[in-house]
């Protein structure tokens, strides 16, 4: 059974700090393409950034690159977003998901719950 749990969110102030965790189950963590996604109310889902399976690659959207850095633990078979510099734009939840690195295709068809990030004064 596929698993994917979303932790770390919360409330911060501009300018400060989070790491958003999601540990995996289920499948083989580490041959697959891991994105973190965000969804604010009344916007589009938004990607964030993607890691490859093997960590050698990742992506990170134009928005957020330079303040946020994803990586994994394939040892704990966990996705991580570090997240610097919150700017209240960055107010969603973040949700991850498998997609294929480069068309986005899901294989597994299945989503986190998410955790909610509130960036506010």
């Known amino acids: 059974q596929v698993q994917l749990v979303e932790s770390g969110g919360g409330l911060v102030q501009p300018g400060g700090s989070l790491r958003l965790s999601c540990a995996a189950s289920g499948f083989t963590f580490s041959i697959y393409t891991m994105n973190w996604y965000r969804r604010a109310p009344g916007k589009e889902r938004e990607l964030v950034a993607k890691?490859?399976?093997?960590?050698?690659?990742?992506y990170h959207a134009d928005s957020v690159k330079g303040r946020f850095t994803i990586s994994r633990d394939k040892a704990r078979s966990t996705l991580y977003l570090q997240m610097k510099n919150l700017k209240p734009d960055a107010t969603a939840v973040y949700y991850c998901g498998e997609g294929r690195f480069y068309s986005g295709a899901s294989d597994l068809d299945y989503w986190g719950e998410g955790t909610q990030v509130t960036v506010s004064s």
């Open positions: 890691i490859s399976g093997t960590g050698g690659a990742t």
